[in-house]
């Protein structure tokens, strides 16, 4: 939702990506295009970078081979339906429609979605007393001129949170500014007092509607890997491209290719649970310590009924900032789904991780009580992630920490020695952190590895 808000206010001019018979072509469903042209490729991950690589790779005349670690296709594109309704554990909304390659994607893999009013919200303050309209939106004029401004004070050194307390120290407990800062930045980005002071509006954005998805995110991942060998429960452990043939080590099997096409998040990549034979190059190692992985979780908490405003986002500023302080209505799409889901994000996100599902209930109650009243009945059920912990991603998405250039996104992209490719949404400098730059690295590095 955030990075709708930027461009609301603070963008005119919106990029608009045409849509090119190249970009579409790897959502074509229909037969390979071109005879085998006897080279192999493993991709390394069976989610929207790879699996759009993949397609597309395969349409050419590519050999090609999915190789993924979990016992499903999608990685941060997870829908978990056990309750009946789509949770959607990473990715839920398509950020921008106007030319975004994901919102037709979507329409052909049969992602049912639903636009989501940034207009529809009331934001609660203790005791459950509302913020008045004008204050909220005096508030957030003000919160995005300071984000048009705080990079002329940045520096390479300072941190956001740094740089905004030096210039604002009146609103460092101001609970509403500790609101916008917590649920228009750091969802966003990442812990503020990391964040770089420079870079930390970086990245192009899709003009149109925020549309969220109804019937799960993972229906994307579902259809590009239709038709695709995709090998799952295969976790990759080691790559070895010393000699002309790249050797890839996955289940105890050694399988041969000609080209690599690394998919694994950037946690995965700092946490080296792949070994590099040889290593990866200086310039790509000190680009995967200097970009930042964020974390965000996410809770769905159902009810028999629904006893919340009639509104798409209900906002509560509590003292401590970054949990359980903005509820997404999912009734207002789902009409017969009585559910809110809310955030935890950086640290606090963390640290739910080692926090019991009953924890979780009474804090959030806690928040809910003071809006709505002790007599509001207790949730049927709670679904949550834990994306810190997860050994398949070590966190939700990539963002530019203090020390990050803009040029180690193109790092983490650049190939080695025409044989070992990168993609994935932390390897996009224009659309990081996204489900759309993800889908385009791999549309990026399929067409690099063709032309060769
Ligand atoms: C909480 C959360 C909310 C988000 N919200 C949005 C949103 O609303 N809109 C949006 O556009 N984006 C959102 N995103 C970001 C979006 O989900 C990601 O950018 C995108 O899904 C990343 O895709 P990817 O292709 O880079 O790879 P990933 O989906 O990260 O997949 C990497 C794959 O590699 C596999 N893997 C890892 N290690 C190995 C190994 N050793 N061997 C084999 N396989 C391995 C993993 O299992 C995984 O399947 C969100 C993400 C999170 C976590």
Redesign the pocket.
């Known amino acids: 939702m955030q990075r709708r808000k930027f461009i609301k206010d603070t963008i005119t001019g919106l990029p608009i990506v045409i849509i090119t018979p190249s970009l579409l072509s790897s959502c074509n469903n229909e037969g390979d295009g071109q005879k085998a042209n006897g080279k192999t490729v493993i991709i390394?991950?069976?989610?929207?970078?790879?699996l759009a690589a993949a397609k597309k790779l395969k349409e050419n005349g590519f050999n090609v081979i999915v190789?993924?670690?979990?016992s499903k296709v999608?990685?941060?594109?997870k829908t978990n339906r056990s309750l009946g309704v789509a949770f959607d554990?990473?990715?839920?909304?398509?950020?921008g429609t106007a030319g975004n390659p994901?919102a037709s994607l979507a329409q052909q893999a049969g992602m049912n979605t639903a636009f989501t009013d940034d207009e529809s919200i009331l934001a609660y303050d203790l005791g459950g007393v509302l913020h008045s309209d004008s204050n909220f939106s005096d508030t957030e004029d003000k919160f995005y001129s300071v984000l048009e401004t705080l990079k002329n004070n940045g520096s390479s050194t300072k941190s956001f949170e740094t740089v905004f307390n030096e210039l604002y120290p009146t609103y460092c407990n101001d609970r509403l500014w500790k609101f916008f800062l917590s649920t228009y930045l750091t969802f966003d980005t990442g812990d503020l007092n990391m964040l770089s002071s420079l870079l930390y509006n970086e990245g192009e954005e899709f003009g149109g509607e925020e549309r969220i998805s109804v019937n799960g995110y993972d229906t994307i991942p579902s259809y590009l890997a239709i038709g695709l060998n995709v090998q799952l429960n295969?976790?990759?452990?080691k790559i070895d491209y010393s000699n002309t043939k790249i050797l890839v080590s996955?289940n105890g099997t050694v399988t041969e290719a000609d080209y690599v096409l690394v998919?694994?998040?950037l946690g995965?990549l700092k946490a080296n649970?792949?070994d590099f034979v040889p290593s990866l190059p200086n310039t790509k190692q000190n680009a995967i310590q200097k970009v930042g992985v964020n974390c965000?979780?996410?809770f769905l908490l159902t009810w028999e009924t629904a006893f919340w405003d009639d509104e798409q986002y209900i906002c509560y500023t509590p003292d401590i900032k970054d949990k359980f302080n903005y509820f997404v209505n999912v009734k207002k799409y789902q009409p017969t789904v009585n559910a809110l889901m809310t955030f935890a994000y950086a640290d606090k996100a963390r640290q739910t991780e080692n926090m019991t599902d009953q924890q979780i209930i009474e804090e959030i109650m806690t928040h809910l009580r003071d809006i709505y009243g002790n007599n509001i009945p207790y949730p049927k059920n709670i679904l949550r992630?834990k994306?810190q912990t997860n050994e398949?991603?070590y966190g939700?998405?990539s963002y530019t920490a203090v020390g990050t250039e803009m040029r180690h996104f193109d790092d983490l992209a650049e190939e080695i020695d025409d044989k070992i490719f990168f993609?994935?949404?932390?390897t996009e400098i224009d659309y990081f952190?996204?489900?759309?730059?993800?889908y385009l690295s791999?549309i990026r590095e399929a067409d690099k590895i063709i032309a060769l």
């Open positions: 390394v991950g069976a989610v929207i970078s790879g190789l993924e670690a979990q999608g990685g941060r594109l554990e990473g990715a839920s909304w398509i950020h994901i295969q976790k990759v452990t996955h998919t694994v998040p995965v649970k792949i965000v979780n996410k992630t994306w398949y991603s939700s998405y993609a994935g949404e932390h952190s996204t489900a759309h730059g993800a791999g």
